[in-house]
T-cell receptor
Framework: EAGVTQFPSHSVIEKGQTVTLRCDPISGHDNLYWYRRVMGKEIKFLLHFVKESKQDESGMPNNRFLAERTGGTYSTLKVQPAELEDSGVYFC??????????FGSGTRLTVV | AQSVTQLGSHVSVSEGALVLLRCNYSSSVPPYLFWYVQYPNQGLQLLLKYTTGATLVKGINGFEAEFKKSETSFHLTKPSAHMSDAAEYFCAGTAGFSGGYQKVTFGTGTKLQVIP
């Protein structure tokens, strides 16, 4: 089965620009999660979808971040406008039930 | 609240030597604990997990971890390091289901270097 796919793998944008990250979960996985790792720090939870609904978005840093999940399939995470502190690696994971998280390879975002 | 602390951001071992990566947790409830590994340019891969039952957990690639409640620890070990073990390792935990899902807390990661 195909794993969790994220793209782009790398993105370099200027401060103030907009960037959209995409995550394609494993087919049939209702749960989709976004995590972020800022350089040198721990991986932190951003939000969780169950199908197309946001179950928990308590980890979203501020209102410059917007996550959507169209029809309960792929998800996008938009940062608008991007700031320097948004740089980091953004991970997506999906699961169906239990503790079976499968992570994608991440998107490395650099804001200059 | 759940928190996870990894001791040592970098660990170096010689090939064939014991690997020991330390992790301590704090939780007001019995935790579920995990170790993940990230190889360069790859995603996070689950090495092993502790949920309930046996406190010594065996994972992939010869790794194992022991849940010690009295020490609030979940250290990762491997008897003999291989060059291919060089990667970054993350300890993680969750207090379990909250609202029907598991929200995972990660440690800051430990980079393992294996010296030939």
């Amino acid at each position: 089965e195909a794993g969790v796919t994220q793209f782009p793998s790398h993105s370099v944008i200027e401060k103030g620009q907009t960037v959209t990250l995409r995550c394609d979960p494993i087919s049939g996985h209702d749960n989709l999660y976004w995590y972020r790792r800022v350089m040198g720090k721990e991986i932190k939870f951003l939000l969780h979808f169950v199908k197309e609904s946001k179950q928990d978005e308590s980890g979203m840093p501020n209102n410059r971040f917007l996550a959507e999940r169209t029809g309960g399939t792929y998800s996008t995470l938009k940062v608008q406008p991007a700031e320097l502190e948004d740089s980091g690696v953004y991970f997506c994971a999906s699961s169906q039930q239990g503790f079976g998280y499968t992570f994608g390879s991440g998107t490395r975002l650099t804001v200059v | 609240a759940q928190s996870v602390t990894q001791l040592g951001s970098h660990v170096s071992v010689s090939e064939g030597a014991l690997v020991l990566l330390r992790c301590n947790y704090s939780s007001s409830v019995p935790p579920y604990l995990f170790w993940y590994v990230q190889y360069p340019n790859q995603g996070l891969q689950l090495l092993l997990k502790y949920t309930t039952g046996a406190t010594l957990v065996k994972g992939i690639n010869g790794f194992e971890a022991e849940f010690k409640k009295s020490e609030t620890s979940f250290h990762l070990t491997k008897p003999s390091a291989h060059m291919s073990d060089a990667a970054e390792y993350f300890c993680a935990g969750t207090a379990g289901f909250s609202g029907g899902y598991q929200k995972v807390t990660f440690g800051t990661g430990t980079k393992l270097q294996v010296i030939p």
